[in-house]
């Protein structure tokens, strides 16, 4: 397999390690893109299930435009010529956007690109591909009967969920065929994946983002966020598709911060695995100097009832398939269209109440997490079940619930969130989540990057 170069002894390079290999002239975007689409077309990898849509040639005249900029030292960010995945949920200028279905496969193609990839471009980043997703992000766990699913890192001869529904965006940085990726979180939908692949995942203060040109889900919730293989990638990535100034994570000193554990919802019914490297995580960060407090959070109790007739993923995205619906249920996902068309028995009060009751939830829910830096949690309860033994609707149905569950909380209460590997060398994955309110994503990322740091010296 090609290696990434001579001069980049660490197998999982970072963007800050691959951008200064970039200016010292050590190694070039076209090297990085020769070797990200070598991972892509082994017959023995996942990269057939994992992408969609590669056009390997565009993105060798992309890589070697970008390392003539550099040369003329008119690189436009620090970024330029690393490979970068997207999700296949993103209007890319020229490509059929199919958001993971075969509903909209024979749609025209996007006539520009949505700000966010645009805002990736201009960067100078090299879209290596568009990656595989749960039909419509409508699933934590990424099994998609239409295009394969690509299997997780751990155990893959017993082929596990890569989560989802980025599930290709966190298969792609963690196979190396790409070195960061961006996907969508709605419910969960970067943080999932990215836990069960062992990388960095990040759900934004939804609002930050602009949703143009992105196939929604339910607007109320959904946030574009990276994937990649630690926080500073990801904190880079999102200063870009916010559109705002790259800043340098500070260097926080654990000692004496605030950190909650809420009790509802978010400990029940642990996998053994998860419990072990939660608890583990935990102890890591008290001798480190955090406080950790174990804390009710009763305001996650208004969740349920708020999504008893499908809450807003129902009610939103019905709105918006109707019509395609009517067109082409037959070829959607079974799995997934039964549960968009449950937002068809929701009536406009249904709907204002629901608005209501979520705004007075992130009262509620900022309130509780004012006294603390932020909320701990496992990401996800479980870890990947085997996609053999999802075949019965009653076990997807559970395995599905339990993926969503911890970060679906955050997404509810307009949060930001973050999900840390946490597990050891060739055990299960397990992610660690931290959220943070609203608005308040630089302060959780620069605690998220302290927590790394914590984490991997302990």
Same mark, same amino acid.
């Given at each position: 397999m090609r290696q990434w170069g001579s001069a980049l002894?660490? %197998? =999982? !390079?970072?963007?800050?390690?691959?951008?200064?290999?970039?200016?010292?002239?050590?190694?070039? =975007? @076209?090297?990085? #893109?020769?070797?990200?689409?070598?991972? $892509?077309?082994?017959?023995?990898?996942? +990269? %057939? @299930?994992?992408?969609?849509?590669?056009?390997?040639?565009?993105?060798?005249?992309?890589?070697? #435009?970008?390392?003539?900029?550099?040369?003329?030292?008119?690189? !436009?960010? @620090?970024? #330029?010529? $690393? !490979?970068? %995945?997207?999700?296949?949920?993103?209007?890319?200028? +020229?490509?059929?956007?199919?958001?993971?279905?075969?509903?909209?496969?024979?749609? !025209? %193609?996007?006539?520009?690109?949505?700000?966010v990839i645009a805002r990736v471009r201009q960067a100078g980043f090299v879209i290596i591909g568009r990656t595989n997703m749960t039909e419509f992000a409508y699933s934590g766990l990424g099994i998609n009967p239409h295009y394969g699913t690509p299997a997780n890192p751990w155990q893959r001869a017993t082929p596990r969920v890569p989560g989802g529904s980025s599930s290709g965006a966190a298969i792609s940085v963690s196979d190396g065929m790409a070195h960061a990726a961006l996907g969508t979180d709605t419910g969960g939908s970067c943080r999932i994946p990215a836990a069960f692949a062992g990388i960095v995942g990040y759900k934004p203060t939804a609002r930050l983002i602009p949703q143009d040109g992105i196939v929604p889900l339910a607007p109320s919730l959904d946030a574009a966020g990276p994937l990649a293989r630690s926080v500073g990638c990801c904190a880079s990535v999102h200063a870009l598709l916010s559109g705002q100034p790259e800043i340098e994570l500070s260097r926080l000193d654990l000692s004496g911060l605030r950190f909650a554990i809420p009790q509802t919802f978010a400990l029940d019914d642990l996998d053994k695995p998860v419990a072990r490297a939660f608890e583990a995580a935990i102890d890591r960060l008290s001798r480190a100097g955090a406080r950790i407090v174990n804390v009710p959070f009763e305001s996650f109790r208004r969740i349920p009832p708020m999504n008893a007739k499908g809450g807003f993923a129902a009610m939103e995205s019905y709105a918006w398939h109707r019509a395609l619906i009517d067109k082409k249920r037959a070829v959607y996902d079974p799995r997934v269209v039964n549960r968009i068309v449950k937002g068809a028995d929701g009536t406009a009060v249904d709907y204002l109440e629901l608005l209501a009751a979520r705004k007075a939830l992130i009262a509620a829910a900022d309130a509780e997490l004012a006294p603390f830096d932020a909320l701990l949690m496992p990401t996800v309860a479980i870890v990947p079940p085997r996609i053999a033994d999802l075949a019965g609707d009653e076990a997807y149905s559970r395995a599905n619930i339990l993926s969503l569950r911890n970060t679906s909380l955050i997404n509810a209460t307009d949060g930001c969130a973050i999900s840390l590997p946490i597990h050891e060398p060739d055990d299960a994955p397990v992610g660690l989540m931290l959220a943070g309110r609203g608005g308040d994503d630089q302060r959780l990322l620069a605690l998220a990057a302290a927590v790394e740091t914590a984490l991997a010296v302990a």
């Open positions: 002894t660490n %197998s =999982s !390079p970072t963007l800050n390690d691959l951008s200064q290999a970039l200016a010292d002239g050590k190694i070039t =975007s @076209r090297t990085l #893109a020769e070797a990200c689409l070598e991972r $892509i077309q082994d017959k023995d990898g996942e +990269g %057939s @299930r994992t992408f969609l849509q590669v056009d390997a040639d565009k993105v060798r005249q992309t890589a070697d #435009a970008m390392d003539k900029l550099r040369a003329a030292n008119a690189a !436009p960010s @620090r970024f #330029a010529g $690393i !490979p970068i %995945s997207v999700k296949d949920l993103f209007d890319v200028q +020229g490509d059929v956007t199919r958001a993971g279905s075969r509903a909209l496969a024979d749609s !025209p %193609s996007a006539a520009r690109d949505a700000t």
